[in-house]
Every structure is written in structure tokens, then in C-alpha cells.
């Protein structure tokens, strides 16, 4: 896990863009613990972004709630 803080009640806030996904780790004082970024090709299908979404979460420990922005209607 990457998140190796003892804290409960740890944050995820996923960008989802164009060509690129962006997931930060906050703090219950909505401080920037970790951020990860990764390239994206929405071209490759929702399958994989799935995918890469699960990967990228499992590395994270003690989460409480995750929030989601994509740019458009959903």
C-alpha cells in the first residue's frame, strides 16, 4: 500500500481528462498527502479505464470516500 499513514478517514479525488487521469490522496485536513497521474486514451474504451481505476485504488489503505470529475455530462 502506498498509503502507509495510520490516519482514518483518508480521501481520493479523481480527475478523469482527455488524456489523462489524475488521483490525489488528502488527509481529514484536506491536505495533498499523494498524487498520482496517469496517461489515459479514451480511445482504448470504459473497460479499460475500469481497469486502470482498480489498479490505481488498491494501492490505497484506510479510504473513506472517493469524488469523481469527468469534464462534460455524464
Known sequence: ??????EKNMYIGID????HI???LFD??????QKIVKPF???KGKENL???LIK?????????SIGIGVPGIV
Open 50 to 52: 475500469v481497469k486502470m
Open 22 to 24: 489524475g488521483i490525489g
Open 56 to 64: 490505481e485504488l488498491k494501492k490505497f489503505s484506510n479510504i473513506e
Open 28 to 33: 481529514q485536513k484536506k491536505n495533498l498527502i
Open 16 to 19: 478523469i481528462g482527455g488524456s
Open 1 to 6: 500500500m502506498l498509503n502507509t499513514r495510520k
Open 41 to 43: 486514451d479514451p480511445l
